[in-house]
């Protein structure tokens, strides 16, 4: 809000109308979406045998940093599964098992596609109706394992 000049209280004054409203909305829209286009890449890497690679996402800015610290990325042995097992084989059935964390991506995906498509006007009625996709499109993410 701060970038683009919006204040809170002209928010609550003017509504749809305050200066910078749509500016910032469109700024973190599209942070939001870059975030699952960059979660669902991850995840195809993954799936696919590669690299998470998480430095992709963060390149150009300070403070994040990957270290490799688990027990498995220093060579130890997963004693669960009897001994040392291939790295992307671990990952992929980590992601497996744990898919349902990336389940809300679902709806929040549908979401910014209806605030896209009234033009970042967060006042429209349109975005407090359900979406009767939604079940079948989680259903499809679900079965699929991909989001």
Known sequence: MAESGLKEEDVFRYGAEAEGLKDAVFKVATRASDHLITARQMLRSVQGGGEVGHE????????????????????????????????????????????????????????????????????????????????????????RRMF
Not at 85 to 102: C, L, S, T, W
């Open 56 to 143: 992709f996402e963060y390149g150009e800015e300070d403070g994040h940093e990957y270290s490799s610290t688990s027990a498995f990325d220093r060579g130890e042995d997963d004693v669960r599964c009897g001994g040392n097992i291939d790295k992307n084989a671990r990952q992929k059935e980590e992601v497996e098992r744990a898919f349902g964390v990336f389940m809300p991506a679902v709806p929040t995906g549908l979401w910014l596609q209806r605030l896209e498509g009234v033009d970042f006007d967060v006042f429209m009625g349109e975005l407090r109706r359900k979406d009767w996709r939604l079940p079948w499109k989680a259903w499809v993410a679900y079965r």
